[in-house]
């Protein structure tokens, strides 16, 4: 018998849209969609931007989705022969879009899975790397990544290297400061930070990201690979309300805080927290047999994020959708071959 899917957390999705306000703004500004997005309002966006974290405006770059930017930063650096580095398991994308810009990715195993592996990374790179990619949070772990951590990982980086920081979950993250953007891009070189609102702001469907330049050139270069009109004026309009929403946006992330917190805690009582505190929308379950448990959690209308061999993630969404998590792993440890 087929079981209806209840809750897909295999993406790292909102359960929620955008904030009220922009879906309020949203609705009144549907009659200019006939128009072609406009310079304007990029640029005011790029102000608010560049007002949130304290950067002048010729450091932010605004692209359809972090992906969408950081698949323009690579297209602007020749990539023929030359790798990029980052951690597996991790965001998928980075491999594929090494791999389209004619680049060379190199994929560093996590040792034990559900640390970033830092220091794995550094051990790779050389004369070829180009670029290293860490995301802060890790994706699938959710583990923090501290200030010092990476100005040590940056200085132990050689010039010729570009350090990317993706932070699409920083809204989510308890562990740094509020300013640890500015302080990574002007405390260092040769770094961007990508962001997203995708995550916390609810806007994953309208593909709108940004990253922060340490280096004004760079940050000109790449906004000149992105095609005119790629980011689409309902994206533009919903991302420059929200950053205006400031407070809706703490509530909802907070809430979300709050069920993560739980379904740590629940972890922690049956022994089965991986011991690194997620700073993402997201848990990170190591387990023996990641597919049974995808395939027990599918039988009770779940859908997680299966890594073979490692774990699973889950998205942390709604209440229900949290209770029905913890009711279905509270079922599964208790079977025979589990408990
Ligand atoms: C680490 C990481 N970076 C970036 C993204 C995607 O960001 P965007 O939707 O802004 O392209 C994801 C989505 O899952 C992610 O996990």
Not at 150 to 165: D, E, G, N, Q, Y
Not at 288 to 300: K, Q, T
Request: glycine letters at 6%; proline letters at 6%.
């Amino acid at each position: 018998m087929r079981v209806k899917q209840r809750f897909d957390l295999s993406r790292n999705e909102l359960h929620l849209g955008p904030l009220p306000e922009v879906q309020r703004v949203l609705e009144s500004t549907a009659a200019g969609f006939n128009r072609y997005p406009t310079d304007d309002q990029i640029a005011r966006l790029v102000e608010q931007i560049s007002a949130l974290h304290e950067v002048p405006p010729a450091h932010v770059v605004v692209g359809a989705g972090s992906v969408g930017v950081l698949d323009a930063l690579l297209h602007t650096r020749p990539q023929t022969d030359a790798s990029t580095i980052f951690g597996t398991p991790t965001f998928d994308e980075y491999s594929a879009l090494v791999s389209r810009a004619g680049g060379i990715g190199v994929a560093v195993p996590s040792d034990p899975p559900g640390t970033q592996a830092l220091d794995a990374i550094l051990s790779r790179v050389d004369g070829s790397t180009r670029q290293v990619i860490v995301a802060a949070p890790h994706n699938p772990t959710g583990t923090g990544v501290s200030i010092d951590e990476l100005v040590r990982f940056r200085r132990a980086l050689p010039k010729t290297a570009l350090f990317i920081v993706d932070q699409a979950y920083a809204e989510f993250d308890t562990s740094t400061p509020a300013d640890c953007l500015r302080r990574i891009v002007t405390e260092l070189d040769d770094v961007v930070v990508l962001r997203s609102f995708s995550k916390a702001y609810g806007l994953a469907g309208l593909r709108i990201g940004y990253a922060v330049f340490s280096d004004a050139a760079l940050a000109a270069r790449t906004r000149a690979v992105i095609p005119t009109f790629s980011v689409s004026s309902i994206a533009l309009c919903a991302a420059t309300e929200s950053l205006r929403q400031q407070r809706q946006l703490r509530q909802r992330v907070s809430d979300v805080i709050e069920n993560r917190q739980r379904l740590e805690s629940f972890l922690v009582r049956h022994d089965l927290f991986s011991g690194a505190a997620s700073q993402g929308n997201f848990v990170w379950l190591p387990a023996e047999d990641p597919n049974a448990l995808f395939r027990h959690a599918l039988g009770d209308g779940i859908l997680l994020r299966e890594y073979p061999g490692l774990g699973v993630r889950i998205t942390i969404q709604s209440d229900a959708s949290v209770h029905a998590v913890l009711a279905s792993l509270a079922t599964f440890s208790t079977l025979p071959c589990h408990a």
